[in-house]
């Protein structure tokens, strides 16, 4: 009987040794299964694709391109030299740059801009803007000799500028308002050969060229000093925002600027 209680015993904690082996067995393979499974590419690009796919894309702004021209040779050129991918591309291209330049990078510093349509049509001039939407000359595109898609970058980048800077409620200098749209395409290497040299120019407030080069003179004084500009024309506009940020008043700055480079006309 002592034999055979033994025996029972030596049965029971065999089995139960066997049973700890099997759920270790068990437990070891399900966890490589797991491994297996979250480390493989699948499991991690859907593991990216979720991380990116949340708030990352909030501010996300849309971009629309209508060729109103087809029916005209600019707008042919527009769709063969320039086409309706790139310009969207490079509408957002401008938009990331201007807001790093212009430093905007936080949605609160910014205009609430969710679309931005460009619309290329049988008209004069180049281009112009209002409010969200661009107007590009297809007549321009078609008669330009040169790099055209560069140029068209460069005017795009003008334009994108527009949409996104301050204009100190409507009382800057039109012609300050313009230097800074060109003072960024100036940054952003898309200026033309035909734009005035560093000094050049009659008055500050010349626009376009001449203020973009002067507000690059002025940058160097102080880094960011454009961008702190845009940021006080959010409220308004005074030639004091010189003083303010520079310590010497406008006219000032622009005799130290043509001076700098001989006075040349």
Same mark, same amino acid.
């Given at each position: 009987?002592?034999?055979?209680? *033994?025996?029972?015993?030596?049965?029971?904690?065999?089995?139960?040794?066997?049973?700890?082996?099997?759920?270790?067995?068990?437990? *070891?393979?399900?966890?490589?299964?797991?491994?297996?499974?979250?480390?493989?590419?699948?499991?991690?690009?859907?593991?990216?694709?979720?991380?990116?796919?949340?708030?990352?894309?909030?501010?996300?702004?849309?971009?629309?391109?209508?060729?109103?021209?087809?029916?005209?040779?600019?707008?042919?050129?527009?769709?063969?030299?320039?086409?309706?991918?790139?310009?969207?591309?490079?509408?957002?291209?401008?938009?990331?740059?201007?807001?790093?330049?212009?430093?905007?990078?936080?949605?609160?510093?910014?205009?609430?801009?969710?679309?931005?349509?460009?619309?290329?049509?049988?008209?004069?001039?180049?281009?112009?803007?209002?409010?969200?939407?661009?107007?590009?000359?297809?007549?321009?595109?078609?008669?330009?000799?040169?790099?055209?898609?560069?140029?068209?970058?460069?005017?795009?980048?003008?334009?994108?500028?527009?949409?996104?800077?301050?204009?100190?409620?409507?009382?800057?200098?039109?012609?300050?308002?313009?230097?800074?749209?060109?003072?960024?395409?100036?940054?952003?290497?898309?200026?033309?050969?035909?734009?005035?040299?560093?000094?050049?120019?009659?008055?500050?407030?010349?626009?376009?060229?001449?203020?973009?080069?002067?507000?690059?003179?002025?940058?160097?004084?102080?880094?960011?000093?454009?961008?702190?500009?845009?940021?006080?024309?959010?409220?308004?506009?005074?030639?004091?925002?010189?003083?303010?940020?520079?310590?010497?008043?406008?006219?000032?700055?622009?005799?130290?600027?043509?001076?700098?480079?001989?006075?040349?006309?």
């Amino acid at each position: 009987m002592k034999d055979y209680s *033994v025996v029972v015993a030596f049965n029971a904690a065999f089995f139960t040794i066997f049973m700890l082996l099997l759920s270790y067995s068990n437990y *070891v393979e399900a966890r490589k299964s797991l491994r297996d499974q979250y480390s493989s590419p699948s499991f991690i690009a859907l593991f990216i694709n979720r991380a990116y796919s949340g708030p990352s894309h909030k501010g996300r702004v849309q971009y629309t391109v209508t060729n109103k021209a087809l029916s005209t040779s600019g707008g042919v050129a527009f769709r063969d030299k320039i086409g309706a991918e790139y310009a969207k591309r490079t509408l957002d291209s401008a938009t990331q740059f201007i807001w790093r330049v212009l430093q905007l990078n936080n949605p609160g510093d910014r205009k609430n801009v969710q679309k931005v349509s460009l619309y290329v049509d049988d008209m004069d001039g180049v281009a112009y803007t209002s409010n969200d939407e661009i107007h590009l000359s297809g007549r321009y595109v078609g008669n330009y000799k040169g790099d055209v898609k560069r140029e068209i970058s460069g005017v795009l980048y003008h334009e994108m500028v527009h949409v996104w800077q301050w204009n100190g409620n409507g009382g800057a200098p039109g012609g300050l308002i313009e230097g800074i749209a060109d003072y960024v395409r100036l940054k952003a290497n898309y200026a033309p050969s035909h734009w005035v040299k560093p000094g050049q120019g009659q008055k500050w407030d010349q626009g376009y060229d001449v203020t973009a080069r002067f507000l690059d003179y002025c940058n160097t004084l102080k880094g960011g000093f454009v961008a702190q500009l845009n940021k006080l024309l959010r409220t308004g506009y005074t030639d004091q925002y010189f003083v303010q940020l520079l310590g010497k008043p406008v006219d000032q700055l622009w005799r130290d600027y043509k001076a700098k480079y001989g006075n040349i006309a």
